[in-house]
């Protein structure tokens, strides 16, 4: 599922809403989601899961078309860990 898709589902399931008002209201959740996550927050969603971020330390990579040495900075990546609910409501 994609944005798009979790509009138009939302917008069915919701029949007061404009399909504007969910695109909207989705991409206001989801930049104050990137907000806090560039922020080094972490977000807690009750029965769905966290988000949080993680580092990848500092190494040398190589160039894959020439085979050089290349030193690679510390990176951030976004994790997510699904909640016990979520885990039983898949497996159920």
């Given at each position: 599922m994609n944005r798009s898709d979790l509009i138009k589902k939302i917008n069915i399931k919701s029949s007061n809403l404009t399909k504007q008002d969910v695109k909207e209201g989705v991409n206001?959740?989801?930049?104050?989601?990137?907000?806090s996550l560039a922020?080094?927050?972490?977000?807690?969603?009750?029965?769905?899961?966290t988000?949080?971020?993680?580092?990848?330390?500092a190494r040398v990579g190589r160039n894959p078309k020439t085979?050089?040495?290349?030193?690679?900075?510390?990176?951030?990546?976004?994790?997510?860990r699904a909640s016990k609910g979520l885990k039983a409501n898949l497996n159920s």
């Open positions: 206001k959740i989801l930049e104050c989601l990137s907000e922020g080094g927050k972490r977000v807690e969603i009750r029965n769905f899961g988000f949080s971020i993680r580092s990848r330390k085979g050089k040495a290349v030193n690679v900075r510390r990176k951030f990546h976004p994790y997510f």
